[in-house]
């Protein structure tokens, strides 16, 4: 009978604990990526106002190669390309739109993508999409990548290879060896491609990202997307004005696709600008990652590490029921399970933002001994 596949397989999902279903936002907030808490902020606020008022549309009617390219669109580009120090930068409506075009579009039949294991979906998305050859690289391991280069250019492999991997893991919360895979890159001729994600608003010099200085640099291509720490949404591929060139006349989910609100370019200008205006709202956050660290550090969570805190919990179901009493006890807190990280490995995804205060987290840690005891 019709839709009787897709219910068997939501019984299946049901049945193995991975039906994912969608609950409200309720509880104080450990879950975001509003790590600045500009989503809702009267900065942003006025900004759309004033966009608003200056006669910026809503829609843009129409994708960016015909009637749909806004000066709001060129505006924040050239902004961003010149904020992060790149040579051009190009405006998507999400990051998992903007990964599906760098991956679709840069790397080409006879070239090589080495991707670190546990990079975003939306990379191995547009993997898909791309004719390259793929291989993942162990996690955080730049001697993996490396060694994957090699074996590939031994069988005979001529074309480029592309280094793949987040700055700051979205479910992980660690760094990137960026130094070490930079220098592996110019070693073996690799293009770089570093995914800002987590990273943007939050680290590096003046909240720009991990990536830093490496923005300059012909051999490398960044992404830094506005719905997480910029408090908006959209994301900007920043590199080498060919790679904007490229993605312009070859990116299908560029080309397909009805161009961005300007508004919400408009609002994304404003974002970036905070970035210098306000640094408090960064060094605010860095406090309360050290206190994360200090309250949390009995679940194993080690100092030095970002605001994206996994407690690691192993069994599905075990990070599902804790994430959930601690939601009951009002503190929005998810369960990460397979596949969004590997099996064995379903954890609480423990997110630090501007929402949370030092007496928050300190409860938290409190509610979450009792809850894991509770759950044991
Ligand atoms: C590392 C990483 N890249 C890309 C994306 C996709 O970005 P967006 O949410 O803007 O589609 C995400 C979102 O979760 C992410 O974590």
Same mark, same amino acid.
């Given at each position: ?5 897709? *219910? @068997? ?5 049901? @049945? ?38 200056? $006669? ?25 390309? *010149? ?21 679709? /579009? ?46 590939? !250019? ?77 408090? =908006?949404?959209?994301?900007?591929? =920043? ?12 990116? !299908? ?46 679940? $194993? ?5 970002? @605001? ?12 599902? @029921?804790?994430?959930?009493?601690? *939601?009951? /006890?009002?503190?929005?807190? !998810? ?13 609480? *995804? ?14 938290? $840690? ?11």
């Amino acid at each position: 009978m019709l839709l009787d596949s897709q *219910r @068997q397989d939501l019984a299946r999902l049901a @049945q193995t604990g991975r039906l994912r279903t969608l609950a409200p936002a309720a509880g104080r907030d450990f879950t975001s990526n509003d790590y600045l808490a500009l989503a809702a902020s009267p900065r942003l606020a006025s900004a759309a106002a004033a966009a608003l008022a200056r $006669g910026v549309p809503l829609g843009s009617g129409g994708s960016r190669l015909l009637r749909g390219n806004h000066s709001e669109h060129e505006a924040l580009e050239a902004d961003a390309a *010149r904020l992060f120090g790149a040579e051009a930068a190009l405006f998507f409506p999400t990051g998992h739109a903007a990964n599906l075009a760098i991956f679709a /579009a840069l790397p080409r039949a006879g070239d090589l993508v080495v991707h670190d294991a546990l990079i975003h979906a939306s990379a191995h998305d547009g993997m898909r999409l791309g004719r390259a050859a793929t291989v993942a690289a162990a996690h955080n391991d730049a001697q993996a990548f490396a060694d994957a280069i090699g074996r590939w !250019r031994a069988g005979g492999g001529t074309g480029t290879p592309w280094i793949a991997v987040e700055s700051l893991y979205s479910m992980d919360g660690d760094r990137a060896p960026l130094a070490d895979l930079l220098a592996i890159a110019r070693r073996h001729d690799a293009m770089l491609l570093i995914d800002e994600a987590h990273a943007t608003g939050v680290w590096g010099a003046g909240g720009r990202g991990l990536a830093g200085d490496l923005h300059a640099r012909p051999d490398v291509v960044t992404l830094h997307t506005g719905g997480k720490a910029l408090g =908006c949404e959209g994301a900007l591929v =920043c590199g080498p004005a060919t790679v904007r060139d490229m993605l312009v006349a070859r990116a !299908r989910p560029f080309i397909f696709s009805t161009a961005p609100s300007p508004l919400i370019a408009a609002v994304l200008r404003d974002a970036l600008r905070v970035l210098a205006d306000e640094p408090e709202r960064r060094t605010s956050l860095h406090a309360l990652v050290g206190s994360a660290e200090h309250h949390l550090a009995r679940f $194993g969570v080690a100092p030095g590490g970002t @605001q994206i805190i996994p407690v690691i919990l192993g069994d599905d179901a075990r990070a599902m @029921q804790v994430a959930a009493r601690l *939601r009951t /006890a009002g503190f929005d807190v !998810r369960g990460i399970r397979p596949p969004t990280v590997p099996a064995g490995t379903a954890r609480l *995804r423990i997110a630090i933002t501007l929402h949370a205060d030092e007496p928050a987290i300190a409860a938290l $840690g409190a509610a979450l001994a009792t809850t894991l005891d509770a759950a044991a």
